[in-house]
């Protein structure tokens, strides 16, 4: 009889440290190899570029793979496509490759339209878009395209003006006559100018050092203009270059030229600013300063600080001497900096 306890006690005895044995793999062991492998997840993004009030469907969707403690609640996994699909538009423009979030969507019938045209949304409030003109040299080699962060730089030219007149120096001068009084009769002027019918520029009197005589001095030319350069915006974006499309329902590829002619390089490009420079932008498009596109990385959000280009600068910080007058030069004369011409380029059109 007590064999046969004894021999229970035993087996109870292995039951339980087999019990522990086990509960203690299925802690520590499974855990930890189940911690070192991550658990991935399914969640949609864009297949392609959704407009705003699109309709959110299975075909315009599809899926990638990321770690579940990447992702977060407003996220659509793969078991919530009947929730994101049923009765779902987009309540702003998607770009392809944009992950599917809630405050993305909205439902059909709570969507809210908004007036003009669908490309007006990219617009921040606060902001505005302007269009100004430009060409490949201000565009960075059409490099500048949609989306592009930029800085714009503008030059002037800077002339002297007389401040009555507004018009540019020197005046012309002209001969005036009948300046004295005779008696009982009124006063008789009469103005002339010198032969040639347009009068002569203003110049002023010298006095030449060596004969102590004074002389009027004329300029030989017009007055030359000053050229001023400054980058004035930085970190711009660019919301279009080239037209927007006539019609919201013209696809990108109905803009596209018919097959076999070349595609009509852009004379214009659309940027986001804000409302003072976009006054600003107006008022340079119509005096017509000449305006370039800086391309810049995107995730650059660094402002520098610069100073305006001008000739002075330009001599002083480059280190540019002033060529001395010297007895004697180089032959042939040079007037004009023009590149020299090689032989491999191509022969200039014959004249007409």
Not at 211 to 237: G, H, K, N
Not at 257 to 269: C, F, L, M, Y
Not at 322 to 331: D, F, N
Request: overall charge negative.
């Amino acid at each position: 009889m007590r064999r046969g306890r004894i021999l229970i006690f035993l087996v109870l005895i292995v039951i339980i440290g087999l019990a522990v044995a086990v509960f203690a793999v299925q802690q520590f062991v499974l855990r930890s190899q189940t911690e070192d492998q991550p658990v991935f997840v399914e969640v949609f993004i864009a297949g392609q570029n959704i407009p705003q009030g699109g309709d959110i469907s299975e075909a315009v969707l599809t899926t990638i793979t990321i770690p579940q403690e990447n992702a977060v609640a407003v996220m659509f996994t793969r078991d919530e496509l009947a929730l994101l699909t049923t009765n779902k538009v987009a309540r702003y423009p998607l770009d392809q490759g944009v992950v599917i979030t809630e405050p993305m969507v909205v439902d059909k019938s709570g969507a809210v339209s908004i007036a003009g045209p669908q490309w007006a949304a990219l617009v921040p409030p606060g902001m505005t878009a302007i269009t100004i003109p430009s060409s490949r040299l201000s565009m960075a080699g059409y490099g500048v395209a949609d989306g592009a962060h930029v800085n714009i730089v503008a030059c002037l030219l800077f002339v002297d003006v007389d401040p009555s007149f507004q018009s540019e120096l020197p005046n012309f001068t002209g001969a005036l006559t009948g300046t004295g009084f005779v008696p009982d009769q009124l006063p008789v002027l009469s103005l002339g100018v010198v032969p040639g019918g347009e009068g002569s520029a203003q110049g002023r009197l010298e006095l030449d050092p060596s004969l102590q005589q004074p002389y009027y001095l004329l300029p030989s030319e017009e007055q030359r203009a000053r050229p001023t350069c400054q980058m004035l915006l930085q970190d711009v974006v660019v919301m279009k270059r080239g037209n927007f499309p006539l019609s919201e329902n013209q696809t990108a590829q109905q803009q596209q030229p018919p097959e076999g002619e070349a595609p009509v390089a852009p004379d214009i490009v659309t940027l986001i600013v804000s409302p003072q420079d976009a006054i600003m932008l107006t008022y340079l498009t119509y005096t017509k300063a000449q305006i370039a596109l800086t391309l810049r990385n995107p995730s650059d959000q660094s402002r520098q600080a610069t100073e305006a280009a001008t000739l002075q600068f330009l001599l002083s910080q480059y280190n540019i001497p002033v060529p001395a007058k010297l007895p004697y030069s180089l032959e042939p004369r040079i007037n004009v900096l023009a590149p020299p011409v090689l032989p491999n380029d191509p022969a200039p059109p014959a004249p007409q």
